[in-house]
């Protein structure tokens, strides 16, 4: 059975994580000024995470292979309404321009789950180290590629002494 890393938004992380430990963090989640976000990390650098306030919650999971990545997207399957839409998390912005727990995550109306659906989808993770079958999981791969692609584009480009300098002093 995989051992996981239990983070939660502004507490201590725990490893190994229980699934009681994985039980209470997503129940934390529904506490008007608790935390917003979580994931469990295996230890080959797997992972699943929630994130959401007020009852709208987002579930993602990423399976590493090698240098690539699958990244998925939980998403209900009773609802195949694609609209999009946002949830929101994060007590602090990590980038300053947010407010108190008010950082989007974009998402489809399919994709926003309620607390019930996070614990079974973390549960059933921690479990058994896949992602539930009561779910439909949209495969996000190509847009995290983009990003990666796009984000990669800021190396050194050129190397040359600047205007001015001797090269002698």
């Not at 992972?47 to 997207?73: I, L, S």
């Not at 998403?75 to 839409?85: E, F, G, K, V, Y």
């Not at 399919?110 to 607390?115: D, F, H, P």
Request: hydrophobic share 40%; charged share 25%; aromatic share 8%.
């Amino acid at each position: 059975m995989a051992r996981y890393r239990l983070m939660l938004e502004d507490h201590a992380d725990v490893f190994p994580a229980s699934l009681e430990a994985v039980q209470k963090a997503v129940s934390k989640l529904a506490i008007p000024e608790g935390p917003t976000f979580l994931n469990l990390t295996d230890e080959n650098g797997n992972w699943a995470q929630a994130g959401g306030t007020e009852g709208r919650y987002r579930v993602e999971a990423r399976h590493v292979y090698g240098e690539g990545f699958q990244h998925v997207m939980a998403s209900r399957l009773d609802c195949r309404i694609l609209h999009p839409t946002t949830v929101f998390y994060r007590n602090v912005c990590t980038e300053g321009e947010h407010p108190h727990r008010r950082c989007p995550l974009p998402a489809t109306v399919a994709n926003v789950l309620s607390l019930d659906d996070v614990l079974v989808i973390l549960t059933e993770y921690w479990l058994t180290g896949e992602l539930s079958a009561k779910f439909g999981w949209d495969d996000l791969t190509s847009d995290w590629l983009a990003q990666a692609v796009a984000s990669a584009d800021r190396g050194i480009k050129e190397i040359k002494p600047k205007k001015g300098k001797d090269k002698d002093h």
